[in-house]
């Protein structure tokens, strides 16, 4: 059964720096990982989607990285600001069964 | 393109009352998956309608139930009401490439308080 851990649960940041959240998952038979963002009481938002055969995607400062064989990815945020701020939400996905998601890593950034 | 509705976005119920919540995904999209999401479970997987059939499902009791309609719109129902079942519901409409689900977008959610 796939299981998705994000570390850590919540981290807290001055505006400007750079930081990385982590993903990792037990199976790496996997098709797809997707980065979500969840602001307070909301939906999910996108924000990038790495297939299988691809190692990172990058959207703006966003930069995620996918390890498969050490079933770990990493989702890069440069130059933090305090938009940013949200909770960042992992899920895998096998092709045709439900995405598996971690409980998320709470953001926030500092001005 | 407009986004993924869910109605109503707020809902107070009472114990062994039933709800149901409507969801609307995205033009063209015909796959729609239900989550459930609470403070100490995280996000988890309801079901999963395309084409009007469900493709898969959670570990729910059968209180939990959905539909899909031919206009790929689908709607959850949770009849008897426990307490345990206040939490956010969130729909999310994909598409599919060879039986795979892409991309999923989520919609706002609806917040179901149970008192």
């Known amino acids: 059964k796939q299981e998705v851990t994000q570390i850590p649960a919540a981290l807290s940041v001055p505006e400007g720096e750079n930081l990385v959240l982590n993903c990792s998952f037990t199976d790496s038979a996997i098709y797809n990982l997707q980065w979500f963002r969840q602001d307070p009481g909301k939906g999910l938002t996108s924000l990038l989607l790495?297939?299988?055969?691809?190692r990172e995607q990058t959207s703006g400062r966003l930069n995620a990285s996918l390890d498969k064989s050490s079933g770990r990815s990493t989702l890069y945020i440069a130059a933090s600001q305090p938009g940013d701020s949200a909770t960042y939400l992992c899920a895998v996905g096998a092709g045709n069964t439900p995405l598996v998601f971690g409980k998320g890593t709470r953001l926030s950034v500092i001005a | 393109k407009a986004g993924v509705t869910q109605t109503p976005r707020y809902l107070i119920k009472t114990r062994g009352q039933q709800v149901t919540l409507s969801c609307s995904p995205i033009?063209?999209?015909?796959?729609v998956s239900w989550y459930q999401q609470t403070p100490g479970q995280g996000l988890q997987f309801l079901f999963e309608y395309f084409s009007e059939t469900q493709r898969n499902k959670g570990n729910f009791p059968g209180r939990f139930s959905g539909r899909q309609f031919s206009n790929s719109r689908s709607e959850m129902n949770v009849s008897t009401l426990e307490l345990g079942d206040s939490a956010l519901y969130l729909c999310a409409s994909s598409s599919l490439t060879g039986g795979v689900t892409d991309t999923q977008y989520f919609g706002p959610g609806t917040r179901l308080t149970v008192l």
């Open positions: 790495i297939q299988s055969s691809q």
């Open positions: 033009s063209g999209h015909r796959s």
